[in-house]
């Protein structure tokens, strides 16, 4: 009897030992390796620093929770996801906000979230807006645009506010290609077939009006 008690306390101290190893293991193992993915705007070194983890310090030191909180101070931060193991490595996947167009009268930049921020990444292959529009104009005017297609929207070189008697919400896009687009914030939604239409000029370049009916002007 004492001998089976003795082999059972036997095998539960060597779990013990076991679990205490893993356990200090676990306590010490620094982060070895850092993967980032997913960033455009902000640089590796830029998410690390976010991070707190520039040092390299204990992998199980600080939270994964901890860490997302610290990197979605960023404004250009969307959503954060943390994984790790145990061989001291850290995969950080990042999800930005995209930038919708560029602000050229004040340098700022406006994200899909709608904040407005300084210009400092120098992003390019978006649009510039190129005068002044009201407030809540623009406000609406950019909800809409972040529903359009990023590769639609990088076809838009400049933007301009440009109202009539019949619309306060009239735009004109100016194009990569040299052609120019007049629409509302409420057709925007237009904008996505300009492909479509564009196949069908036979390289002609002209005004699409996609304002009020889809009709083109050629231009001499």
Same mark, same amino acid.
């Given at each position: 009897? &004492?001998?089976?008690?003795? &082999?059972?306390?036997?095998?539960?101290?060597?779990? !013990?030992?076991?679990?205490?190893?893993?356990?200090?293991?676990?306590?010490?193992?620094?982060?070895? =390796?850092?993967?980032? &993915?997913?960033?455009?705007?902000?640089?590796?070194?830029?998410?690390? /620093?976010?991070?707190?983890?520039?040092?390299?310090?204990?992998?199980?030191?600080?939270?994964?929770?901890?860490?997302?909180?610290?990197?979605?101070?960023?404004?250009?931060?969307?959503? *954060? &996801?943390?994984?790790?193991?145990?061989?001291?490595?850290?995969?950080?996947?990042?999800? /930005?906000?995209?930038?919708?167009?560029?602000?050229?009268?004040?340098?700022?930049?406006?994200?899909?979230?709608?904040?407005?921020?300084?210009?400092?990444?120098?992003?390019?292959?978006?649009?510039?807006?190129?005068?002044?529009?009201?407030?809540?104009?623009?406000?609406?005017? !950019?909800?809409?645009?972040?529903?359009?297609?990023?590769? *639609?929207?990088?076809?838009?070189? /400049?933007?301009?506010?440009?109202?009539?008697?019949?619309?306060?919400?009239?735009?004109?896009?100016?194009?990569?290609?040299? =052609?120019?687009?007049?629409?509302?914030?409420?057709?925007? =939604?237009?904008?996505?077939?300009?492909? /479509?239409?564009?196949?069908?000029?036979?390289?002609?370049?002209?005004?699409?009006?996609?304002?009020?009916?889809?009709?083109?002007?050629?231009?001499?």
């Amino acid at each position: 009897m &004492k001998s089976k008690k003795s &082999k059972k306390l036997g095998k539960i101290l060597i779990i !013990l030992l076991i679990i205490g190893l893993l356990a200090c293991y676990l306590f010490t193992i620094h982060i070895k =390796n850092i993967y980032i &993915k997913g960033n455009n705007l902000l640089s590796d070194q830029e998410i690390i /620093e976010l991070a707190g983890i520039e040092d390299y310090p204990r992998l199980f030191a600080i939270s994964s929770s901890n860490i997302v909180s610290k990197i979605k101070v960023s404004p250009y931060v969307e959503s *954060v &996801k943390i994984t790790k193991n145990l061989l001291g490595r850290i995969d950080i996947n990042i999800k /930005e906000y995209n930038i919708l167009l560029k602000n050229e009268i004040d340098n700022t930049i406006y994200l899909s979230s709608l904040e407005q921020l300084s210009n400092e990444s120098n992003v390019v292959g978006i649009p510039t807006l190129i005068n002044d529009v009201p407030e809540d104009i623009l406000k609406a005017f !950019l909800k809409k645009l972040n529903t359009i297609d990023k590769d *639609v929207i990088s076809k838009i070189s /400049e933007i301009e506010y440009s109202p009539n008697n019949y619309d306060k919400d009239l735009f004109l896009f100016y194009m990569n290609d040299g =052609n120019y687009v007049y629409i509302t914030t409420t057709r925007l =939604n237009n904008i996505s077939k300009y492909d /479509e239409v564009l196949a069908s000029l036979d390289g002609k370049k002209g005004i699409l009006y996609l304002d009020s009916g889809n009709h083109f002007q050629v231009l001499n």
